[in-house]
C-alpha cells in the first residue's frame, strides 16, 4: 500500500520570499514521486519527478524537491515566490506494482504582494 | 504534440439528459485515466484503459459508461446524472507497458479538464 501526507493544507508567503511545502510518503516499493500544480478551474501541471535517479529534482518555474528516504520526505522548495505561484500543489506517489497514483489532499499556496 | 484535449470545457445538464465528455491524445500513449474531483479536494480515480480495455474501475455507479473506441480517444458517456456528481472531470494518459520505463515511467499528462454542473 502507499500513501502520501501534505502536511500544510495552506501555505501563506509573501512576495520575493522562500517556499516550502511538505510532503511525506509510504510505500511498500521503490517510489516515483511526483508534485503536480493546479490553477483555480485548471487540469494537473506536472511540476517535477523523481523516478529513482538523483534526488535532487529539478522542475519548472524555478522549483526543486528533495528525496531523503531516511525522512520519507519528498519537499518542495522555491528560492524566491512570484504572485504566479499562487495554486494547488498536490504531492502524488505511485509505484511501478500498481500504475496508479496516490495524491496528498493538496497543499494552497497563497503569495501576498 | 504533448497535449491531453478534453471537451466540452463546461457542461450543464438536467438529471434525465443524456451528455458525454471526450477527451484526445496523441502522444501514443496506451493508458489513459478518468478522474473526478470536487471543489477543494485531490482528483479522485474512476475508471483506467490500458492498451484500451478497462483495466480499473473504482466501484464507479453505472450512471457513468467509460468508453475508449481507440488507442486516441475516450470518452465518458452520463446519463441521468444527480446534483452531488457535479464536478471538475479529468482526463490524463501515460505510457503503457513497452513504452513506459526510462524518466517518462509512471508520468500522468492531464487534461485540462470539463466542468460538469447538474441541476
Known amino acids: 500500500a502507499q500513501s502520501v501526507t501534505q502536511l500544510d493544507s495552506h501555505v501563506s508567503v509573501s512576495e520575493g520570499t522562500p517556499v516550502l511545502l511538505r510532503c511525506n510518503y509510504s510505500?511498500?516499493?521503490?517510489?516515483?514521486l511526483f508534485w503536480y500544480v493546479q490553477h483555480p478551474n485548471k487540469g494537473l501541471q506536472l511540476l517535477l519527478k523523481?523516478?529513482?535517479?538523483?534526488?535532487l529534482v529539478k522542475g519548472i518555474n524555478g522549483f526543486e524537491a528533495e528525496f531523503k528516504k531516511s525522512e520519507t520526505s519528498f519537499h518542495l522548495t522555491k528560492p524566491s515566490a512570484h504572485m504566479s505561484d499562487a495554486a494547488e500543489y498536490f504531492c502524488v506517489v505511485s509505484d511501478e506494482r500498481y500504475s496508479t497514483l496516490t495524491f496528498g489532499k493538496g497543499t494552497m499556496l497563497l503569495v501576498s504582494p | 504534440d504533448t497535449e491531453v484535449t478534453q471537451t466540452p470545457k463546461h457542461l450543464v445538464m438536467g438529471m434525465t439528459n443524456k451528455k458525454s465528455l471526450k477527451c484526445e491524445q496523441h502522444m501514443g500513449h496506451r493508458a489513459m485515466y478518468w478522474y473526478k474531483q470536487k471543489a477543494k479536494k485531490p482528483p479522485e480515480l474512476m475508471f483506467v484503459?490500458?492498451?484500451?480495455?478497462?483495466?480499473i474501475n473504482e466501484s464507479v455507479p453505472s450512471r457513468f459508461s467509460p468508453e475508449c473506441p481507440n488507442s486516441s480517444l475516450l470518452n465518458l458517456h452520463l446519463h441521468a446524472l444527480q446534483p452531488e456528481d457535479s464536478a471538475l472531470y479529468l482526463c490524463a494518459s501515460r505510457a503503457a507497458g513497452e513504452l513506459a520505463g526510462g524518466s517518462g515511467a509512471n508520468v500522468l499528462t492531464f487534461g485540462a479538464g470539463s466542468r460538469l454542473t447538474v441541476l
Open positions: 523523481y523516478t529513482s535517479a538523483a534526488t
Open positions: 484503459y490500458s492498451y484500451e480495455k478497462l483495466s
Open positions: 510505500s511498500s516499493y521503490s517510489p516515483s
